[in-house]
């Protein structure tokens, strides 16, 4: 039960932490207002983590197998599908819904590496010509508060359709997860 708590917990910051996201995109205006973004944009990918981190302690519970084990093989994307097929012999599961939260938790996973080990994650618009990185925008037009306030306003419209994406990322995992939530509790149940 304590797995599935953490679990139904960490996708409901996930949730939160798209909509603070999606707020912050609708008020951006100045160089703080950048760097909120910037900070919710890593809370995003924070949360992904923690949120497929708990999953694997939830399966690994599930399993009934050393819990170290497999949290170890679900973690390696290569190693999932061994690890789900293990899975699917100790436990009456759906399986399906199950891959589809993986796939988008997997690339989540991915991109906070990216931005953890390799390069900040940055946030960028089309300006018609070109893509200009968002804080770019703060410095190249600090002196210039008519055309930083065009700019800001074009970038939060762009900026808009990625917290849209965002937020069907989260129902998609809401979504899947749920359903392979239920697949377990019914066959437990029966």
């Known amino acids: 039960m304590a797995h599935w708590g953490e679990l139904g917990h960490a996708l409901i910051r996930l949730k939160f932490s798209v909509s603070e996201f999606e707020r912050g995109m609708s008020n951006l205006k100045d160089l703080h207002s950048i760097?909120?973004?910037?900070?919710?944009?890593?809370?995003?990918?924070?949360?992904?983590?923690?949120?497929?981190?708990?999953?694997?302690?939830?399966?690994?519970?599930?399993?009934?197998?050393?819990?170290?084990?497999?949290?170890?093989?679900?973690?390696?994307?290569?190693?999932?599908?061994?690890?789900?097929?293990?899975?699917?012999?100790t436990v009456n599961v759906s399986i399906t819904p199950l891959k589809r939260v993986l796939r988008v938790l997997n690339d989540d996973t991915e991109l906070r590496h990216i931005n953890t080990h390799k390069t900040f994650i940055r946030l960028a618009f089309n300006d018609g010509y070109q893509w200009v990185d968002i804080e770019d925008i703060w410095w190249d037009l600090e002196e210039n508060a008519a055309a930083m306030q065009r700019a800001f306003k074009a970038a939060s419209r762009q900026g808009m359709r990625l917290a849209k994406e965002y937020k069907s990322r989260t129902e998609y995992i809401d979504k899947n997860l749920n359903v392979f939530l239920v697949s377990h509790h019914t066959c437990n149940v029966v």
Request: aromatic share 10%; hydrophobic share 35%.
């Open 35 to 89: 760097l909120r973004l910037h900070y919710q944009l890593q809370n995003y990918h924070t949360s992904s983590y923690e949120l497929a981190e708990r999953l694997f302690s939830f399966l690994a519970s599930l399993s009934g197998e050393v819990s170290k084990t497999t949290k170890r093989m679900l973690r390696d994307p290569s190693q999932q599908q061994k690890a789900l097929a293990s899975l699917r012999k």
